[in-house]
């Protein structure tokens, strides 16, 4: 099993930006389907992005976070991003990077350790 790791997580004020970053193996990152998910303390997964690979052609997001979250991809570095614009209290979360054999499944294959967003009102 390869290894994800994620990074940018950290603490903001309500109506700020964040970029998370997921870097991950070659291997991984031309064969499955990219995605982040979070988890806040007493309530379950929340699949919140994916996108396609190898070239990113589809992308998903959840209606909580449309308009407001990015997600892309950078190839040359095997690195996924989400970019958070207009974040919310509601937002605060364990975010994770995640593959998917198949997009928009839910049955990840691999994910992260995660990284802490906490945003403030």
């Known amino acids: 099993q390869e290894q994800l790791v994620e990074s940018g997580g950290g603490s903001v004020q309500a109506g700020g930006s964040l970029r998370l970053s997921c870097a991950t193996s070659?291997?991984?990152?031309?064969?499955?389907?990219m995605g982040w998910f979070r988890q806040a303390p007493g309530k379950e997964r929340d699949s919140i992005a994916w996108?396609?690979?190898?070239?990113?052609?589809?992308?998903y997001y959840s209606d909580s976070v449309k308009d407001r979250f990015t997600i892309s991809r950078d190839n040359a570095k095997n690195t996924l991003y989400l970019q958070m614009n207009s974040l919310k209290p509601e937002d605060t979360a364990m975010y994770y990077c995640?593959?998917?054999?198949?997009?928009?499944?839910?049955?990840?294959?691999?994910w992260g350790q995660g990284t802490q967003v906490t945003v403030s009102s």
């Open positions: 995640e593959a998917e054999a198949a997009c928009g499944t839910g049955a990840y294959k691999y």
């Open positions: 996108i396609s690979a190898p070239r990113g052609l589809s992308t």
């Open positions: 070659g291997y991984i990152f031309s064969r499955f389907c």
